[in-house]
């Protein structure tokens, strides 16, 4: 996922991804189609990406999958950034408060996340990470960084009604541990410690800006998801691994975190906060239809009614963010 959420995206990641607010720059027509056009692109891969985790995972356990897919993500984000001679480093004062944000958004984060995807279904993944904007608005108003005007609580009480419309459609998945709704909490504690992450790392944003903070946060998670999970990785007998999970995994480090993130920040730049945001509806809603061809998960007529309900609540609180911005 994904997203994780991206993104968290989730996501995944990536904090203005959840920042509803702000002015949308004058960007030439053209550079707006293809920032458009890049951003659809985004919302298509993330939502694949939640259903072909969900494949890979039977062969490559949580842990060991991220271990592997990480650096891969890592190494992409420096090569696209280098590309562009982006390349940026924090002040040495700084360096404990990334550190710690890398733990959290990242190591923390994954933990909820990738595991929530192993023991839910895939389209639950992702409509309850979905959710991650409407805990960053609650957590930023507890901090006293946002005043969210009525129809900003309205969305925010729509998509957690939703939310619990989708984890109460759930059932017992034949042949995982535990029960789908084990699986739902986790993912709602993936969208809540993001969120944690996106409100914790205002500070340095507002300092460097979000793509510098997001790609030294991702380096040092990385580090820390190989470090954990380098004992199941050994145990894993790689060489009995199908194509199809190494394409998983290949697939969520370079195409959902690697590139998904730079079409996100070039979406924000070019079209601004809000419509950039608003593309992140697509990919529960992709999420679910992939899932449906593909792994067969037919979703109850309460989870549709909860994932109609979660999207309406998000923009109902996307635009009165945007509005009382």
């Known amino acids: 996922m994904i997203t994780r959420k991206g993104g968290s995206r989730k996501v995944p990641a990536v904090s203005e991804k959840y920042n ?39 062969e490559l356990p949580p842990l060991a999958f991220n ?14 950034l280098k590309a562009k001679g982006r390349v940026r480093w924090p002040e040495a004062g700084d360096w404990p408060r990334v550190i ?15 595991f929530g995807v192993d023991r839910t279904f895939a389209g639950n993944a992702s409509i309850l990470l ?17 005043k969210p005007s009525l129809q900003v609580w309205g969305g925010i009480l729509a998509t957690l009604s939703g939310m619990s419309l989708v984890v109460l ?106 419509r950039t945001a608003a593309y992140s509806n697509l990919t529960p809603v992709i999420a679910l239809m992939v899932a449906w061809i593909w792994l067969e998960e037919v979703p109850s007529p309460l989870q549709v009614a909860g994932a109609a309900v979660v999207l309406v609540g998000l923009s109902l609180a996307r635009l009165g963010r945007e509005r009382g911005s």
């Open 100 to 114: 710690g944000l890398g733990i959290v958004g990242n190591v923390v984060y994954q933990a909820f996340f990738i």
């Open 20 to 58: 509803g607010g702000g002015s949308t720059p004058a960007t030439p027509p053209f550079q707006a189609t293809s920032a458009d056009l890049g951003l659809l692109l985004m919302a298509l891969i993330w939502g694949i990406n939640f259903p072909l985790i969900k494949a890979s995972l039977p």
């Open 67 to 80: 271990a592997l897919r990480f650096p891969l993500a890592a190494a992409t984000v420096l090569l696209i």
């Open 130 to 146: 979905a959710t991650t904007p409407v805990w960053t608005l609650v957590l930023s108003t507890a901090s006293g960084h946002e």
């Open 169 to 274: 459609g759930g059932r017992l998945e034949v042949g995982v541990p535990g029960s789908v709704f084990s699986g739902d909490l986790l993912m709602i504690g993936a969208a809540v410690t993001w969120s944690i992450y996106t409100v914790g790392s205002r500070g340095l944003i507002q300092k460097y800006g979000s793509l510098p903070v997001t790609a030294w946060t991702l380096w040092i998670g990385s580090l820390g998801l190989v470090i954990v999970g380098t004992p199941t990785l050994l145990r894993t007998p790689l060489s009995e691994v199908s194509p199809l999970a190494w394409s998983g995994m290949v697939y969520a480090g370079v195409l959902a975190i690697g590139l998904a993130y730079i079409l996100w920040y070039r979406g924000v730049q070019r079209i601004g906060n809000s």
